[in-house]
């Protein structure tokens, strides 16, 4: 069974390069707490973040 976490992120009111920085620091964030649990993929989509248990 496949388990996906959406992560929207509303409060990031930014725009420019300054919101492609803040996603991919969010996306950091996230990747490294989740390296104690493997099988974790982490993707961005259409201003979504999508947390995938393969």
């Given at each position: 069974?496949?388990?996906?976490?959406?992560?929207?992120?509303g409060e990031i009111a930014l725009?420019?390069?300054?919101?492609?920085i803040a996603e991919n620091r969010l996306i950091k964030a996230i990747i490294k707490?989740?390296?104690?649990y493997p099988g974790?993929?982490?993707?961005?989509?259409?201003?979504?973040?999508?947390v995938v248990n393969e």
């Open positions: 069974m496949r388990n996906v976490l959406l992560v929207k992120y725009r420019g390069k300054n919101r492609g707490r989740l390296e104690p974790y993929m982490v993707y961005k989509e259409q201003g979504r973040i999508l």
